[in-house]
């Protein structure tokens, strides 16, 4: 049985939770980080969310965690087995992390968590992500998932950001090959149940959500 450590509001643990869905692994999450805090045994040295057990195998990071689950349980599925696929899979899994996450987190932080950001500054930072989601868009174009008919780690880690993207108060530029992938993301059972997951529109309400996903699997 696999440990998930970390708050189920975390978009990072969602990473986590939304790939065992996918692989339709069994779990048990508990309620670490943010309001819940860090038992003083925490594994992870950085003290942030998610970090994974596995029996023995203990991972942090969360792409490293989705890279774990998917090349363990995943082979030929999640983890593409030819090395162009899996190499594609690789390249929006660091352009998540090194672009669109670095862009767009700040932005969500300014909006929804107190985050003290001028608004013509947010206003720049909105622009940004809609620029560098134009990337994105462009790769998906007559493609069903970010590299083609199979969902891969980077559908997992850009996906988990499209929810709080596509929902917060910001200006979007028109970007159909990814509102169409949205879209199909949005209906899967697994993508409603560990990301679609109300976030409000101030730390209040954050916070508030945050204790009411208290204890759910
Ligand atoms: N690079 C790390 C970042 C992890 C991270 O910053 N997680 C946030 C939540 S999304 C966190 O733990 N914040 C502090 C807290 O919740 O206590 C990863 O991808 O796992």
Not at 97 to 107: C, E, G, V
Not at 167 to 176: A, S, T, V
Request: hydrophobic letters at 40%; one cysteine or more; proline letters at 5%.
């Amino acid at each position: 049985m696999i440990e998930v450590l970390g708050r189920r509001n975390s978009a990072n643990v969602q990473k986590v939770m939304w790939a065992l869905g996918e692989l339709g692994i069994d779990y048990t999450r508990h309620d670490i980080g943010g309001s819940f805090g860090y038992p003083d045994d925490y594994p992870n040295p950085n003290a942030v969310v998610p970090t994974i057990r596995d029996g023995d195998v203990t991972v942090w990071e969360s792409a490293a965690c989705v890279r774990y689950l998917a090349r363990t349980y995943g082979v030929g599925s999640m983890w593409p087995e030819d090395a162009a696929t899996l190499a594609s899979s690789d390249m929006w899994m660091e352009w998540h992390r090194s672009d669109i996450s670095s862009a767009f987190f700040p932005l969500f932080q300014a909006k929804i968590r107190g985050l003290p950001i001028p608004t013509e500054k947010q206003e720049q930072m909105s622009a940004d992500c809609g620029r560098i989601f134009g990337q994105l868009d462009a790769q998906l174009a007559g493609k069903t998932f970010i590299c083609g008919d199979q969902i891969t780690g980077a559908d997992i880690v850009n996906g988990a950001i499209m929810y709080r993207y596509m929902n917060l108060d910001i200006e979007r530029p028109d970007l159909p090959n990814l509102a169409a992938w949205y879209e199909r993301l949005t209906s899967r059972p697994t993508y409603q149940k560990h990301v679609m997951l109300e976030f409000g529109t101030n730390v209040d309400e954050w916070n508030e959500h945050e204790r009411a996903n208290a204890g759910i699997q």
